[in-house]
């Protein structure tokens, strides 16, 4: 038991280790505080090389702390499609520390099982779960944001074709839609405006906000400006016709949420239910289903049902949520 201690321990410390060593910063990193630094203390003379250098430096994407860990993500791709996933999320950490923090969390998973069930393919598989965990909590924020961003879009176009249709131009009607729609489309129309302030072509910081958010309603507003704006039009007319067209797609969607309602609920009854059943009874009963841990049998018998439950799962997932508008 004590040897069982120790290794769990001895694990848990080399990962909060890594995990500080990654996080600790870069020499080029700390050249970039200390310019800026200089710039904020007012030293602003047209001879400071601290101050000329600034001001290439006041939007730096966030890098890797550890360049041997971005060299390993980037032979498997991750590296250029994690930061993108993560900027969707509005997320403030950085992609190394998400990651270390997965390996934390597969950790403390295997140690827990290792303990509790120590059957390897189990241990395994729960260090898995626990390590996505972090990653699903990123890809639920990403998908609470994009949906409040889909319901928020059609009321940003409807006030940007009242600016356009009271004659004020484009960038005002940006303008007026980042201060006054409910975020995250205020936040993005505000970036797009910014942008433009700082000299970026319309179609350059329209392209930049749908790589930040991934909505095929947005694609159609930004496809209806730029098409309008190379082949002329009545954009006020064209954004009216947009927001109809959003409100009424997200209308049906929700109409086929509220139609497929109960099979998803059935699809999570019956995928949970032998699971919650068979910890009630063990906790019930201590004991009772340790014929199907120790067995060989028992172990196929637990990977069998596992795989059938996964397959329902998918194909009433695949039911339920298989229609698209």
Not at 36 to 57: I, K, N, W
Not at 142 to 154: K, Q, V
Not at 185 to 205: H, I
Not at 230 to 248: H, M, P, Q, S, W
Request: hydrophobic share 50%; with cysteine; charged share 20%.
């Amino acid at each position: 038991m004590i040897v069982l201690i120790v290794v769990f321990f001895t694990i848990l410390t080399v990962t909060f280790v890594l995990a500080a060593f990654a996080a600790k910063p870069r020499e080029g990193e700390k050249k970039v505080d200390e310019r800026l630094a200089a710039a904020v203390a007012g030293d602003r003379r047209a001879d400071s090389q601290p101050f000329l250098e600034a001001s290439q430096l006041l939007k730096v994407s966030s890098g890797s702390h550890s360049g041997w860990l971005e060299k390993l993500l980037e032979r498997f791709g991750l590296w250029q499609r994690l930061p993108i996933f993560m900027e969707q999320a509005a997320v403030s950490t950085t992609p190394e520390s998400l990651l270390l923090l997965s390996v934390v969390f597969a950790a403390v998973g295997y140690g827990a099982m290792f303990f509790l069930v120590p059957i390897l393919a189990l241990e395994v598989a729960v260090a898995g779960i626990a390590g996505c965990l972090p990653v699903a909590r990123i890809a639920w924020k990403r998908s609470r944001r994009l949906n409040a961003f889909n319901a928020g879009l059609p009321g940003a176009i409807d006030m940007m074709a009242r600016a356009l249709r009271a004659g004020h131009a484009m960038a005002a009607a940006i303008e007026m839609v980042s201060q006054d729609a409910s975020a995250p489309v205020s936040t993005e129309f505000g970036e797009v405006f910014k942008q433009q302030n700082f000299g970026f072509p319309l179609r350059e910081a329209l392209t930049q906000m749908l790589n930040r958010v991934p909505s095929q309603d947005l694609r159609v507003l930004v496809t209806a400006i730029l098409v309008q704006r190379e082949t002329g039009g009545n954009l006020v007319e064209i954004l009216d016709r947009t927001a109809f067209i959003i409100r009424e797609r997200l209308r049906i969607y929700g109409e086929i949420r509220i139609q497929t309602a109960q099979g998803r609920l059935t699809g999570w009854i019956l995928s949970l239910l032998p699971i919650v059943m068979l910890l009630l009874i063990n906790l019930v009963n201590p004991g009772y289903s340790r014929i199907l841990l120790t067995t060989p049998i028992g172990r196929k018998m637990i990977w069998a049902g596992a795989g059938l439950i996964a397959v329902g799962s998918f194909a009433i997932h695949r039911i339920t949520n298989g229609v698209e508008v």
